[in-house]
């Protein structure tokens, strides 16, 4: 049981340059996550999903994609990458059921953009 | 609407000596509420979390939290601290929506 996983660990993109950041989790949760946080602050969520082939804007959508084919995999795209883009991103999964309401958060992915 | 405020952005304590972090939150409806903890260049890690039970809450290491609805608090504490404790903590309000709100966290340091 893997969990949570993300890769890759670490990123370097030129501005402009596009890329897709992995997450899968073995745990067959429906909901899903992507939160980047910046140096000194808390979590700001990217994007969500309920479950494979729905998904929704969280606080912080401008400058990426997600898509949500299987129930394991949300995959977190950014287009045209920016400076402001420079950040860790955490994917995380949610169990609900039965009273427990547990997030699972991966390693994170530290994305730099030069 | 929720929201988290985690009123120390930075704590310091020395070794064997209790700690406080604060946490107060806004709800519209009965919360879950929960305690992360993240070490450096490392993931969160779920300390303990409420969930309507007890009001009382243990956690891992060591820690406990308790739930006020009244003070509408929820702060984490620890009777001794410990280096292996110096982290970011941040406080995690839900309300049966979809979305955790985060708080700005807290850098908990332990002085020898």
């Known amino acids: 049981n893997a969990g949570v996983t993300q890769t890759p660990k670490f990123r370097i993109l030129k501005i402009g340059q596009s890329m897709t950041l992995q997450c899968t989790q073995d745990?067959?949760?429906?909901?899903m996550y992507w939160y980047r946080q910046d140096p000194g602050m808390g979590l700001k969520l990217i994007y969500y999903?309920?479950?494979?082939?729905?998904?929704d804007k969280g606080e912080v959508p401008n400058g990426y994609n997600v898509s949500r084919s299987t129930t394991e995999d949300f995959p977190l795209r950014l287009e045209l990458a920016a400076p402001s883009q420079t950040s860790v991103y955490f994917c995380?999964?949610?169990?609900?059921?039965?009273?427990?309401?547990?997030?699972?958060f991966g390693p994170g992915t530290r994305l730099t953009v030069l | 609407a929720q929201s988290v405020t985690q009123l120390d952005s930075h704590v310091s304590v020395s070794e064997g000596t209790p700690v406080l972090l604060r946490c107060n939150y806004s709800?519209?409806?009965?919360?879950?509420l929960f305690w992360y903890v993240q070490h450096p260049n490392k993931g969160l890690q779920l300390l303990l979390k409420?969930?309507?039970?007890?009001?009382l809450v243990k956690g891992i290491n060591g820690f406990e939290a308790e739930f006020k609805k009244s003070e509408t608090s929820f702060h984490l504490t620890k009777p001794s601290a410990h280096m292996s404790d110096a982290a970011e903590y941040f406080c995690?309000?839900?309300?049966?929506?979809?979305?955790?709100?985060f708080g700005t966290g807290t850098r908990l340091k332990v002085l020898a």
């Open positions: 995690v309000v839900s309300s049966g929506t979809y979305k955790y709100i």
């Open positions: 409420y969930t309507s039970a007890a009001t």
């Open positions: 995380a999964s949610r169990k609900i059921s039965g009273g427990t309401d547990t997030q699972y």
């Open positions: 745990m067959n949760h429906n909901y």
């Open positions: 999903s309920v479950g494979a082939g729905i998904t």
């Open positions: 709800s519209s409806y009965s919360p879950s």
